[in-house]
């Protein structure tokens, strides 16, 4: 029986190769301003995906 | 490493590393949290005794079991290593001198009194001040110079409440569109406003040129108007939500978000969520009170309890709503498994001080805008640009491998080493940690990748 179900994901491992260009967005302009997160920004970079 | 929670009915395997997320039933659950320290025969032998009652968990199904986590082992899916650390320093390094966003302080005044506004009234602790045109061109002169070759530059116009100067405001963003093509850059600014000098200019205004405004919002009338009062000590919550309504109706899809503080006068924010999706807002924002210990807002240790089981009925709300066909975003719940930013981000740390930075209305440069005020903090000025380089390596330096306390938890590529500010405010130093803001962002970050889990799944 399937016990384990995994989850669509993206590889952090994998966006080690040809990430890192710097479009994204800073980590609370524009939205909070008091705490930091940044797992709800976008990846800005479509040709690192 | 990995991070095993229970929430809303599921059994969740969060693997740090990779990022993969697992949905397990309980056998594997128990399977994968013996797996480092115990051999197959010792976890086959355990569950086989646990589960003795069970007719679906015999001992070739539980050896299969096991396999399935050594395949997902090897294939990079659990217990992933974290080889990051000698990258931390490289989008910085990479970007190092371009700046790409700007909190222009566009007035160090406002007209309300909020005791508990971490920026004392929009004064920031020191006199009121308008930012006059001038300095304003020259920031956004400055942001250009120094943005490399990033396109997208991000100016949010706050303050002290930034209405207050609404013509420098509009006479920005004019400059601004005049030059960005010539320089092929796009600039996309925000608007932080308390909502009282909204009109019909602001709107047409603000849905024109804004990507996105912060609107502020308590939520209930009783809980808004307790600190959220005018000078004359008359809440606003009766004079900016029709104002508000209108804006957002009136934005056409347009980002926005109603943003909320929540105090030691109302951890029960839910309730305040729910009045705002009833006054037909569905983008939201609630934040935990930043303040100096001891202040009457400040969050008791009983109140973060109450936190906590809200965020979870939170997220319980979100999926009764998709349910409904009535969705809503939560600003903090926004997580996306299969996008979401790559390992470089996540490693980097909050830009404060090096791709972001404040600009007071006299036109000094700040790390960021919960630093303003704080004299040793200031970097330089939008004419000299960044003079204090000692006070900029220590932000260039801050990245999530920067704080101890970092390394073990499971949470640390989701917020990437936390808030400088709040790390400074609580603890003395940027590289410190905020731990009551850590303990409330991991259970966002469990109810945000449970939220997603139920959607992938088709559950909600």
């Given amino acids: ?49 | 490493m990995i991070h095993q929670y229970k929430l809303g009915g599921y059994n969740i395997v969060l693997d740090v590393c990779s990022g993969a997320v697992h949905v397990v039933d309980e056998v594997a659950y128990d399977i994968i949290g013996m797996f480092e320290t115990n051999s197959k025969e010792a976890i086959v032998k355990a569950m086989a005794e646990k589960y003795a009652d069970r007719d679906d968990v015999t001992i070739p199904e539980l050896e299969d079991c096991y396999d399935q986590v050594v395949a997902l082992k090897e294939s990079g899916k659990l217990f992933a290593p974290d080889n990051f650390e000698s990258m931390a320093g490289h989008l910085k390094a990479k970007t190092a001198g371009v700046v790409k966003a700007l909190c222009l302080h566009i007035a160090h005044t406002c007209n309300l009194n909020c005791e508990y506004c971490f920026a004392s009234q929009g004064k920031y602790h020191g006199e009121r001040a308008v930012m006059s045109f001038e300095v304003g061109k020259q920031a956004l002169d400055f942001l250009i110079a120094n943005s490399g070759t990033r396109r997208n530059l991000e100016v949010d116009f706050f303050g002290g409440e930034p209405l207050m100067n609404f013509e420098v405001v509009k006479q920005l963003v004019e400059y601004a569109r005049s030059i960005e093509k010539q320089h092929n850059k796009n600039f996309r600014f925000t608007l932080t406003t308390n909502g009282l000098l909204i009109d019909d200019d602001v709107i047409d205004f603000a849905n024109r040129e804004m990507s996105n405004v912060v609107l502020s919002l308590d939520g209930r009338k009783e809980i808004h108007d307790r600190y959220r009062v005018d000078y004359a000590g008359n809440g606003s919550w009766d004079r900016i939500v029709p104002k508000f309504q209108r804006l957002v109706e009136a934005r056409g899809g347009k980002d926005y978000y109603m943003r909320g503080t929540f105090t030691h006068a109302n951890p029960d924010f839910l309730n305040d969520i729910k009045q705002m999706l009833d006054l037909g807002f569905n983008e939201l924002s609630m934040e935990p009170v930043v303040c100096a210990d001891g202040d009457p807002s400040q969050l008791t240790e009983e109140d973060l309890a109450v936190v906590m089981d809200q965020y979870e009925k939170l997220a319980e709300l979100m999926l009764e709503k998709d349910k409904e066909g009535k969705p809503f975003t939560f600003y903090h719940y926004m997580i996306d498994l299969t996008g979401g930013p790559c390992i470089y981000k996540r490693i980097s740390g909050c830009g404060s001080g090096t791709e972001y930075m404040a600009v007071t209305p006299w036109g000094d440069l700040y790390p960021c805008h919960q630093f303003v005020g704080e004299e040793k903090f200031k970097l330089g000025d939008i004419w000299q640009g960044v003079t204090n380089k000692e006070t900029q390596a220590e932000f260039a330096a801050c990245n999530v491998y920067a704080h101890p306390e970092c390394k073990d938890c499971w949470a640390r590529l989701y917020c990437s080493g936390g808030c400088a500010a709040n790390a400074y405010h609580s603890t003395g130093s940027v590289t410190g940690v905020y731990e009551d803001g850590c303990k409330l962002f991991r259970k966002r970050m469990e109810c945000a990748i449970m939220v997603a889990v139920a959607r992938q799944l088709g559950n909600n």
């Fill in chain 1, 1 to 49: 029986m399937e016990r384990i179900k995994t989850i669509e994901t993206r590889n952090l491992c994998d966006s080690a190769k040809n990430g890192g260009c710097g479009e994204c967005q800073t980590s609370c302009q524009s939205a909070c301003k008091t705490s930091c997160g940044i797992a709800n920004q976008q990846c800005e970079n479509t040709e690192s995906k």
